[in-house]
C-alpha cells in the first residue's frame, strides 16, 4: 500500500501499519479484507475480545479515530482504488466496499474526499 518514488503517503492502511499500539495490527488487517462485512464497534469489540466501550476507548487512543470513522475512511480508500482502476458502477463499488446504500457512500466520498464518486474517478481519468 506504499506509493512509489517521492508521491506523498496518504493511504489509511500505510498510516495505521505504523501507528503505536500495535494491539490492533490483527484487526486492521481484517478490516481490509472484510470492508463489506458488518463492521459494527460490538463486532470489532467482539473480534479484539473487548467490551464495546473498552474497545472504542483504547481503539481511539491508539489510533486517533474512532472504530466507525476507521472503517469509514478504509471504505472511501478502497472505492478509490476502485474507481480509479475499474469502470464499475457507483452501485456496485458502494456494495463490495460495505456502504448500505448509493446515497451514503456518496455522502462519504464527498465527505471525505471533497468531491463525487463521479468527479473524483474523472480527475483520474484526464491524467
Known amino acids: 500500500m506504499r506509493r512509489s518514488g517521492g508521491q506523498s503517503q ?3 492502511t500505510l498510516k ?7 494491539r490492533f495490527a490483527d484487526l486492521l488487517a ?3 479484507d472484510n470492508l463489506a462485512d458488518d463492521l459494527s464497534n460490538t463486532r470489532l469489540a467482539a ?3 473487548m467490551s464495546d466501550r473498552t474497545f472504542a476507548r483504547r481503539f481511539q487512543s491508539d489510533l486517533g479515530a474512532t472504530p466507525a470513522a476507521y472503517v469509514r475512511l478504509m471504505r472511501v480508500e478502497a472505492a478509490q482504488r476502485l474507481l480509479t482502476t475499474t469502470k464499475l458502477s457507483s452501485k ?3 456494495f463490495q466496499v460495505g456502504f448500505q446504500s448509493v446515497d451514503a457512500f456518496e455522502a462519504a466520498v464527498k465527505t471525505t474526499v471533497g468531491k463525487s464518486p463521479l468527479a473524483f474517478r474523472e480527475t483520474f481519468e484526464k491524467q
Not at 16 to 22: K, L, P
Open 92 to 94: 456496485i463499488i458502494a
Open 47 to 49: 473480534r479484539a475480545n
Open 16 to 22: 495505521a501499519q505504523h501507528a503505536e499500539g500495535g
Open 10 to 12: 496518504f493511504s489509511n
Open 30 to 32: 481484517w478490516i481490509a
